[in-house]
């Protein structure tokens, strides 16, 4: 009875406590009176940290689909792509058969200092096995990354002969340019996979090396590039730009007015330039798309990209966590807003906007990509007609490419076949590669992938399941054996290239290189003739 008793009055004077609150919240106290109300009255403990969390994450669904709250490590992990560089052990790998396949180290880094080599497999780590584990490329990255000065101990299988190495992690840069090679003796190529502090400046050091190879025009490849900070995209464009020239602007309700305006010289204004854009280019590579088509400085190849015009400012908080609520927009120098319409707490409808444009059939037709006259503009100098809306609508559109698509083909990728057998190619044949192709140049104008090799990814596929399906192998044969022979040639040499050996067979490539060698089409669709 006297536990009744007891409880009976501990809930009489809670009443009464939450009773005297005032009749009226401001939204803040409501929100701060809710959280206690949970916290002293539900039926289980509750951690007060998840309870916030979770809220943040609520209130922010209710906005737009970009803004979004992080924990600590995910705020890590997001920044340390767009900071250009993190600590480790400098290698690029392969999870393939629960064994971790060294692909490449980095120059100078301290797995190369160390003697680690291409085709070493990585069995342990701090005396945690990671070979037949079946983890995960995130949990590797764990063990193997660590602050700078720290040694990882290494056990590696090269061959039948397991070798200890202590390699001392040290800052390891992570690259924006992922390829560059001349296309053709007056045409240069360079893809760019991330806007990040250095992108700027690795792409000059690319010209710079292509200039000195001879070229005159550019390709610049932004197709798949997510975007990252509007300064790197800023500053890129300025790279191509006269002084002076606006390349992008952002207004939001509290957020003041802000154009970005090219403050000196670029150093490419003469050449030729096309810029190749798809549905997956967002953000950053957008604004560069944008700057350079408004500004009739460059035309634009391939599909609309994916429309991301909303700015981000990050908030942080002491714990390491952070919110990245957007404050602004995005708008091009004509005045086009590059965000596509969503509405507001609708974020799963909005992220299935690439599957609404494959039923429509826009990935296929340009003649699908709504251009109503209420979002018509006008690039700044030859008074072109260019659509807001959502996206930059390229100027020459290519229809997305299934030419050599089959199920055998995707599900030799999907089982990461292609890659395993490669590797146990080159494992086995390196030293007698390196004999016949020496260099990346003897590689690429000599080797042809051999039909023991074939066979032998028919052989691999088969034991992982995937039935020979000799029609749909023949169909897909020709990017089969570009990849294979690029993904050698990435592993055989510091500058061997892997898009090179599949850009014959890509349409988007190939629309642009046909473009930039015909002076006339180029001017006359510069000039909106």
């Given at each position: 009875?006297?536990?009744?008793?007891?409880?009976?009055l501990?809930?009489?004077?809670?009443?009464?406590?939450?009773?005297?609150?005032?009749?009226?919240?401001?939204?803040?106290?409501?929100?701060?009176?809710?959280?206690?109300?949970?916290?002293?009255?539900?039926?289980?403990?509750?951690?007060?940290?998840?309870?916030?969390?979770?809220?943040?994450?609520?209130?922010?669904?209710?906005?737009?689909?970009?803004?979004?709250?992080?924990?600590?490590?995910?705020?890590?992990?997001?920044?340390?792509?767009?900071?250009g560089?993190?600590?480790?052990?400098?290698?690029?790998?392969?999870?393939?058969?629960?064994?971790?396949?060294?692909?490449?180290?980095v120059?100078?880094?301290p797995?190369?200092?160390?003697?680690?080599?291409?085709g070493?497999?990585?069995?342990?780590?701090?005396?945690?096995?990671i070979?037949?584990?079946?983890?995960?490329?995130?949990?590797?990255?764990?063990?193997?990354?660590?602050?700078?000065?720290?040694?990882?101990?290494?056990?590696?299988?090269?061959?039948?002969?397991?070798?200890?190495?202590?390699?001392?992690?040290?800052?390891?840069?992570?690259?924006?340019?992922?390829?560059?090679?001349?296309?053709?003796?007056?045409?240069g190529?360079?893809?760019?996979?991330?806007?990040?502090?250095?992108?700027?400046?690795?792409?000059?050091?690319?010209?710079?090396?292509?200039?000195?190879?001879?070229?005159?025009?550019?390709?610049?490849d932004?197709?798949?590039?997510?975007?990252?900070y509007?300064?790197?995209?800023?500053?890129?464009?300025?790279?191509?730009?006269?002084?002076?020239?606006?390349?992008?602007?952002?207004?939001?309700?509290?957020?003041?007015?802000?154009?970005?305006?090219?403050?000196?010289?670029?150093?490419?204004?003469?050449?030729?330039?096309?810029?190749?854009?798809?549905?997956?280019?967002?953000?950053?590579?957008?604004?560069?798309?944008?700057a350079?088509?408004?500004?009739?400085?460059?035309?634009?190849?391939?599909?609309?990209?994916?429309?991301?015009?909303?700015?981000?400012?990050?908030?942080?908080?002491?714990?390491?966590?952070?919110i990245?609520?957007t404050?602004?927009?995005?708008?091009?120098?004509?005045?086009?807003?590059?965000?596509?319409?969503?509405?507001?707490?609708?974020?799963?409808?909005?992220?299935?906007?690439?599957?609404?444009?494959?039923?429509?059939?826009?990935?296929?037709?340009?003649?699908?990509?709504?251009?109503?006259?209420?979002?018509?503009?006008?690039?700044?100098?030859?008074?072109?007609?260019?659509?807001?809306?959502g996206?930059?609508i390229?100027?020459?559109?290519?229809?997305?490419?299934?030419?050599?698509?089959?199920?055998?083909?995707?599900d030799?990728?999907?089982?990461?076949?292609?890659?395993?057998?490669?590797?146990?190619?080159?494992?086995?044949?390196?030293?007698?590669?390196?004999?016949?192709?020496?260099?990346?140049?003897?590689?690429?104008?000599?080797?042809?992938?051999?039909?023991?090799?074939?066979?032998n990814?028919?052989?691999?596929?088969?034991?992982?399941?995937?039935?020979?399906?000799?029609?749909?192998?023949?169909?897909?044969?020709?990017?089969?054996?570009?990849?294979m022979?690029?993904?050698?040639?990435?592993?055989?040499?510091?500058?061997?290239?892997?898009?090179?050996?599949?850009?014959?067979?890509?349409?988007?490539?190939?629309?642009?290189?046909?473009?930039?060698?015909?002076?006339?089409?180029?001017?006359?669709?510069?000039?909106?003739?």
């Open positions: 009875m006297k536990k009744i008793y007891i409880t009976l501990t809930l009489c004077v809670a009443a009464a406590a939450y009773a005297q609150l005032p009749e009226k919240f401001t939204p803040d106290q409501k929100l701060r009176a809710a959280e206690a109300i949970i916290e002293n009255f539900y039926v289980e403990d509750v951690n007060s940290d998840t309870i916030v969390s979770e809220a943040i994450i609520a209130m922010l669904k209710t906005l737009d689909p970009h803004s979004a709250y992080s924990t600590p490590q995910e705020t890590k992990e997001f920044t340390e792509p767009l900071q560089k993190f600590s480790g052990i400098g290698i690029q790998f392969n999870m393939l058969e629960d064994t971790v396949y060294v692909i490449q180290t120059a100078g880094g797995s190369e200092k160390v003697g680690i080599l291409a070493d497999r990585i069995i342990s780590a701090n005396d945690t096995v070979a037949g584990k079946k983890m995960v490329n995130t949990q590797i990255m764990k063990k193997l990354r660590g602050p700078k000065g720290s040694t990882v101990d290494l056990k590696v299988k090269r061959g039948d002969e397991i070798i200890d190495f202590a390699v001392v992690r040290d800052d390891i840069p992570l690259y924006s340019v992922d390829e560059t090679f001349m296309a053709d003796p007056q045409t190529y360079i893809r760019i996979t991330r806007f990040a502090e250095d992108t700027a400046n690795e792409v000059r050091d690319a010209m710079k090396k292509l200039k000195k190879q001879g070229m005159k025009n550019l390709i610049l932004v197709s798949g590039n997510g975007g990252g509007l300064g790197a995209a800023f500053d890129l464009a300025s790279e191509f730009l006269p002084k002076g020239t606006p390349v992008v602007s952002t207004a939001g309700r509290n957020a003041k007015p802000f154009d970005y305006v090219t403050e000196g010289q670029g150093g490419f204004l003469d050449g030729r330039l096309v810029v190749i854009a798809d549905q997956s280019s967002a953000s950053a590579s957008e604004i560069l798309s944008g350079l088509q408004d500004n009739d400085r460059a035309l634009v190849v391939g599909r609309r990209t994916f429309g991301k015009g909303l700015v981000q400012r990050p908030f942080p908080f002491p714990d390491g966590s952070m990245r609520l404050i602004s927009r995005y708008y091009t120098p004509s005045g086009r807003c590059i965000q596509r319409p969503y509405e507001k707490g609708h974020g799963e409808e909005y992220y299935l906007d690439m599957l609404n444009r494959y039923k429509s059939g826009e990935l296929w037709s340009a003649d699908s990509i709504a251009r109503p006259d209420s979002l018509k503009y006008e690039t700044l100098r030859n008074h072109r007609p260019v659509y807001g809306g996206g930059i390229p100027d020459v559109f290519v229809p997305a490419d299934t030419s050599y698509y089959s199920t055998y083909y995707r030799l990728i999907a089982k990461g076949v292609i890659n395993r057998t490669v590797i146990n190619y080159v494992d086995a044949n390196r030293k007698a590669l390196l004999a016949d192709y020496p260099t990346a140049k003897a590689y690429e104008a000599g080797f042809a992938v051999p039909q023991s090799l074939l066979d990814l028919i052989a691999n596929g088969t034991e992982k399941g995937i039935e020979y399906n000799e029609e749909q192998f023949n169909t897909s044969r020709p990017m089969i054996e570009a990849i022979a690029g993904l050698v040639a990435r592993d055989l040499y510091e500058d061997g290239s892997y898009y090179k050996a599949i850009s014959p067979l890509s349409k988007d490539f190939k629309a642009a290189l046909d473009l930039i060698n015909d002076p006339e089409r180029y001017d006359r669709l510069l000039k909106g003739l």
